[in-house]
C-alpha cells in the first residue's frame, strides 16, 4: 500500500500516520502538510526519519504540488534514491482541513479554500493518475442538529456552519467525482474525537489545560449541547478497515456511542483532574450551535465489520493522562500565538 495522508500533522493525522506505522509498517506514507497553526511536526517526530514515511510541507490547494506528487514526479525529482520513482501513491486519505468551527465562524475563507477547493484539486489529482482509493474524512456535522434519534447515511445534508457547510460541500464533490468519473471514492463521517495530540482550542483539551493552570473554562449556552465522543483510535481503526474494504461510493458513518453534554464531561474532567467545578464559567453561546449530534453506525458494523473499542470513560482517563505526561507539548502550543487568538475570542464572549 502506498498512502498520501494530507493534514497528516494535525490531531487525526498524528494518530493515524502512528497507528498504520504500528499495525502495517510495511505500508508508504507520504504525508502533505501545510503546517497552518494546527500542524505540528513534534508530533512525528519518532517517526519522522523512519523509511517508507516521508513529510512534505505543502497545501492541497495547490495544484502543482498535488499533481507531482500523484504522479510520482516528486519523488523522483527530489531524490537520487532510484527506488523512489515508486513511490506514486494508490489511496489517498484527506485529513487536511480547517477543522475549528469558531474559527470559521470568525473567517469563513480558508474553509473554502482548504476544505472545498483543496478537495477539489485532491480529487482531480487523484483521477489524473488513477488513485485506486480515494478516503476523505468527514464529519457528523454536515447533517445538522437532531433532537431525538439518529442520521443515517441517508439522511439530508443540513449543516449549521460554515465549518460544516464547507466540510458536505467536499462530501458532496466527492459523491459527484464518484458518479461522473468512476473516481473509487469512500466517505467517512466520524464523531466528535478526543485522544492525545489534539490542539487546545477544542473543548476536551482546551478544559484539561485550562484547569491544570486554575483558569476558568468557558462553556457556550447552557452546556447541554450533546456530542457524540469517540477515542481518536477507534476512529483511526475504522479508517484503516476503510481503506482496506470500504466500498467504493459509499459512506460510513462512524460513532463512538458515547453521547454526553458538554457540563456531563467538564464535570468529570474537573473530578479527574481534582479541581473545583466553580472553574466553569458560563458564556455568550456559539452562534447557530448544533444541540446534537447522533450517528446510526449500523452500515460500517455489519458490512465491515468495525465497532469502537473504548467506552469514554476509559477514553477520557487516556486523554487526560496524555495531556498530563505532555504538559510541555500543550504548554508551548498555549504560549505562542494561539494565546493571543484565544484572549480575543474568550474576552468577546
Ligand atoms: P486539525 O485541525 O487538528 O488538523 C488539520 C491538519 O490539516 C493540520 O495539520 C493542518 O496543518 C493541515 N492543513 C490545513 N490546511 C491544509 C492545506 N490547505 N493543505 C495541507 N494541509 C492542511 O484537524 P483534525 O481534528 O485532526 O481533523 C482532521 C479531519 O477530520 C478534518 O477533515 C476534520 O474535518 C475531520 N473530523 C474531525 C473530527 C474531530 O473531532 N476532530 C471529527 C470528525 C471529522
Ligand atoms: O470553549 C468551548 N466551550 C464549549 O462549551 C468550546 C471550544 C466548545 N464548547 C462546546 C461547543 C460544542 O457543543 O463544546 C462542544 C464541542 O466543541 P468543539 O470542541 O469546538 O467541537 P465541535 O464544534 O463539536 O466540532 C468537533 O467535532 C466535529 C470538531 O472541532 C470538528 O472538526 C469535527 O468535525
Redesign the pocket.
Known amino acids: 500500500m502506498k498512502l498520501l495522508v494530507t493534514g497528516g500533522a494535525g490531531f487525526i493525522g498524528t494518530n493515524f500516520i502512528r497507528h498504520i506505522r504500528q499495525e502495517h509498517p510495511d505500508w508508504q506514507m507520504t504525508n502533505l502538510d501545510k503546517l497552518t497553526y494546527a500542524g505540528n511536526l513534534e508530533n512525528l517526530k519518532e517517526i519522522q526519519d523512519q523509511p517508507g514515511y516521508r513529510f512534505v510541507k505543502g497545501d492541497i490547494a495547490d495544484r502543482k504540488i498535488v499533481d507531482a506528487l500523484l504522479s510520482g514526479e516528486y519523488f523522483a525529482a527530489n531524490s537520487l534514491r532510484p527506488n523512489t520513482r515508486d513511490l506514486r501513491p494508490s489511496i489517498v486519505v484527506n485529513f487536511a482541513a480547517e ?4 474559527r470559521s465562524i470568525l473567517d469563513a475563507s480558508p474553509f473554502i479554500e482548504t476544505n472545498v477547493k483543496g478537495t477539489q484539486v485532491l480529487l482531480e489529482g487523484a483521477k489524473k493518475h488513477g488513485v485506486q482509493r480515494f478516503i476523505q474524512v468527514s ?1 457528523d ?1 454536515v447533517y445538522g442538529s437532531i433532537d431525538r434519534g439518529r442520521f443515517t447515511e441517508e439522511s439530508t445534508l443540513s449543516p449549521s456552519s460554515p465549518y460544516s457547510a464547507s466540510k458536505a460541500a467536499a462530501d458532496l464533490l466527492c459523491l459527484a467525482y464518484f458518479k461522473t468519473h468512476h473516481l473509487p471514492v469512500v466517505i467517512t463521517r466520524c464523531t ?1 474525537n478526543l485522544g492525545p495530540y489534539q490542539f487546545p ?3 476536551i483539551p ?1 478544559a484539561i489545560t485550562n484547569a491544570l493552570e486554575d483558569k476558568p473554562i ?3 449556552g447552557d ?1 447541554l ?1 450533546v ?1 457524540d465522543w469517540i477515542f481518536v483510535d477507534d476512529h483511526c481503526k475504522a479508517l484503516d478497515v476503510v481503506i482496506q474494504k470500504g466500498k467504493p461510493g459509499e459512506v460510513y458513518n462512524v460513532g463512538g456511542g458515547n453521547e454526553k453534554t ?1 457540563l456531563d464531561i467538564i464535570r468529570k474532567l474537573l473530578e479527574l483532574l481534582n479541581k473545583p467545578q466553580s472553574l466553569m464559567q458560563f458564556v455568550t453561546d ?1 452562534p447557530a ?1 448544533d444541540r446534537r449530534y447522533a450517528l446510526d453506525c449500523a452500515r460500517i458494523s455489519t458490512e465491515l465489520g468495525w465497532k469502537p473499542a473504548y467506552s469514554f470513560e476509559k477514553a477520557l482517563s487516556a486523554t487526560v493522562d496524555w495531556y498530563l505526561k505532555n504538559e510541555p507539548w500543550w504548554r508551548s502550543i498555549k504560549s505562542g500565538e494561539y494565546a493571543r487568538y484565544y484572549e480575543e475570542m474568550y474576552l468577546k464572549r
Open positions: 477543522s475549528h468551527v469558531d464529519t456535522e466528535n482550542e477544542k473543548l482546551l468557558p462553556i457556550y452546556g449541547n456530542r458538554n456559539r450551535h
